[in-house]
């Protein structure tokens, strides 16, 4: 049989489980663009933001990754710009590739609306691993510079916002509240007039979520002195000033925003059926059904439960609906029948600064704690060793075919 050509296009957590799959089939050829040469684990970057890890601990190389499965699985850096879904054609920035099968994986990015004046100018995402990167330390040269001309004492407050009470908005707000008490405890500095105020236009932090969650995040919250601003809609934001509710303002000196979500800018273009946060509308085999052989997983696609309930966008999800779509491409080759798309969301961990971590698994595992912190680390480093250890192979190789090369 001859071997098919599959594109992934992007190489997060919905591309690199399809990968792992169609990369060690017999009949396909597989190539993985991604803008970056890495995987950004977005699950752990409040640890990478709160100075708990560094920036190796939230990266995966999908150059060694792809390494190391071989010859027939390639790895290009490109930025794709647009698809000819009927010469079967993707056009990168810098290259073009011809595909049998398509999986579309690009993900999706913060959602600045529009009718909010400044908002995109005057606050950092963290969807990104740049962009946590300049938050990270843009924060702590702020930080700094404000003590150095108060000569230690901060008299006037530091105020950090955070936009949004989602899974992101509440885990970054938790982190940073832990991390300024241990920066303040650690360093016994005079400086502790910093305050966290987490915006939300709900009623409540997680809104929809597990009930459990809810509480045990908005007790956790408050304990670590986080003010959380329930009932709030941003209306514009300036230099250094918020207002909420056409009327309310708040001074800050650091401004984060996380809520909502729209899909890659990649969907903008695309001739395709879309939602409105632009996220493409994919069949029960993750198929875009107008066009043959092309697929979409991950935050990207409109995913659904076996209900038909729209599933919010989470790794779980994205790795689920990739590992779905990477064995619908492998049956389609084989003239198989599809499987119909069944994600199931296990439960929620949500990260709430140091060691404390509010688990809800299963419907019936609820634990909050240090237990719920070790259960997290495990599944989260599960995930990054078995990448590592497959990165590991391809290093390898990479060092035996440098001792072969002449040059
Ligand atoms: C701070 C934060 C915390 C989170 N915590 C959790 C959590 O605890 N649990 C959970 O389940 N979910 C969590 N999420 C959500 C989760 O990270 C996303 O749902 C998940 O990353 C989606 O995976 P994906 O594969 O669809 O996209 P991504 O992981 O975003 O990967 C997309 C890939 O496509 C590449 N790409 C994009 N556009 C192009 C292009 N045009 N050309 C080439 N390459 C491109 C990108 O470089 C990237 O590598 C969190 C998100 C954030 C931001």
Request: net charge neutral; charged share 20%.
């Amino acid at each position: 049989m001859e071997r098919k050509r599959v594109v992934i296009i992007g190489g997060g957590y919905a591309g690199v489980q399809a990968l792992k799959i169609l990369a060690t089939s017999e009949i396909c050829d597989v190539v993985l663009i991604d803008q970056h040469p890495y995987h950004y684990l977005q699950t752990e970057a409040y640890e990478l933001i709160a100075n708990e890890c560094s920036m190796t601990r939230v990266t995966i190389d999908l150059v060694a990754l792809c390494m190391s499965y071989g010859e027939h699985v390639s790895y290009i850096k490109d930025t794709v710009r647009d698809i000819d879904f009927d010469s079967k054609h993707v056009l990168g920035q810098n290259s073009g590739h011809s595909y049998d099968y398509l999986l579309m994986c690009t993900g999706s990015r913060t959602a600045y609306n529009a009718g909010i004046k400044g908002l995109r100018e005057y606050s950092h995402g963290v969807k990104t691993l740049p962009s946590a990167l300049a938050f990270k330390q843009q924060f702590e040269q702020r930080l700094y510079q404000r003590m150095e001309s108060e000569g230690g004492w901060c008299s006037e407050p530091f105020n950090v916002l955070i936009g949004g009470g989602g899974l992101s908005g509440v885990e970054i707000a938790a982190e940073m509240a832990h991390y300024i008490r241990l920066f303040h405890k650690d360093n016994t500095l005079t400086c502790d007039n910093i305050h966290i105020f987490l915006i939300i236009p709900h009623e409540s932090v997680l809104d929809g979520m597990d009930p459990y969650l809810i509480t045990q995040a908005t007790k956790r919250l408050l304990k670590l002195g986080v003010k959380i601003i329930n009932h709030s809609r941003i209306t514009s934001v300036q230099e250094h000033t918020l207002i909420l509710n056409e009327a309310e303002k708040i001074c800050f000196d650091f401004m984060i925003f996380t809520g909502g979500m729209v899909a890659s800018t990649l969907t903008a273009g695309l001739d395709t059926l879309k939602n409105k946060k632009s996220q493409l509308i994919v069949d029960e085999y993750l198929r875009i059904c107008r066009y043959d052989g092309v697929f979409a997983a991950g935050d990207i696609a409109e995913l659904r439960d076996k209900k038909g309930k729209i599933l919010p966008p989470t790794a779980q999800s994205a790795k689920q609906s990739g590992i779905y779509a990477a064995n619908n491409i492998l049956a389609s080759c084989q003239g198989e029948a599809m499987s119909v798309t069944d994600i199931q969301i296990r439960g929620m961990m949500i990260a709430l600064g140091g060691n404390y971590t509010s688990v809800s698994l299963f419907g019936w595992i609820k634990i909050s704690g240090i237990a719920g912190y070790v259960i997290k680390t495990i599944i989260m480093r599960g995930y990054r060793y078995l990448l590592h250890i497959q990165c590991t192979k391809g290093v390898n190789q990479m060092a035996k075919s440098r001792r072969h090369c002449p040059f």
